[in-house]
């Protein structure tokens, strides 16, 4: 039972969850392009938006390309420039405990701002809410991982992780059987994240998506309203 519910959500769920946000995400752009956007609700508690979100922004990008590159790179790549896994452990730790304090301040205020501000938590909907409660529930466990990671500072738990992450983008069949053994926390914020990348597209945070790169080669314009025109009205 233990080796098929491993199965399930190590081997399988990835699929479901990452399926879910490329289709998902392409849909809602297509069909319901006035919903891709993050919302505004900054004329309440600025400074503390401001705060709360500089500081989450800032600290999940780092989090995020963290992930990415440290999961992704291939192991034989680390190897041949003769970084050793204790060190990128080490780097992990530091670099990604220092962030995930940044995420959690930032993510902190924001939740308290949406939650005990009575204008800003009745114009939120639910899935505003859910998202940034699963966020900050998220940022936790991630530092909570942190001191189970300090007992693995040879970078063994690590390499797990890598090569469950790779074996899943390469299809391999047995990919769960990689992190079948790994402590229940770094399990749990693995479900977690695969259970907010398939919410991805339902949520406010399909905005991370857009850039407005368009606005580097567009045209410049300025629009000049006629004295004229503005007396006639007048």
Known sequence: ??????????????????????????????????????????????KQLMWGSV?????VLVIFFGHLGGLLTPIALFDALGIPHSSKQILAIVAGGLAGILAFAGATLLLHRRLFDPRIRNTSSFSDIMILVLLWLQLVLGLGTIPVSMNHLDGHE??????????????????????????????????????????????????????????????????VRSRKLGLRHG
């Open 158 to 223: 690590m390499v797990k992780f890598m090569t469950w992450a790779q074996g899943i983008f390469t299809f391999q069949g047995d990919a769960s059987s990689y992190v079948a053994d790994a402590h229940i926390i770094f399990k749990t914020h693995l479900v977690l994240g695969l259970t907010i990348l398939l919410l991805f597209p339902f949520t406010r945070l399909v905005h991370m998506l857009s850039a407005p790169v368009r606005y580097v080669w567009r045209p410049g314009y300025q629009v």
């Open 1 to 46: 039972m233990a080796e098929f519910l491993n199965h399930m959500l190590f081997g399988i769920y990835p699929y479901i969850a990452l399926a879910i946000l490329a289709l998902g995400s392409v849909i809602r752009y297509d069909r319901e392009p006035y919903s891709w956007r993050s919302g505004s609700s900054q004329l309440l508690r600025r």
């Open 55 to 59: 500081l989450f922004h800032a600290g």
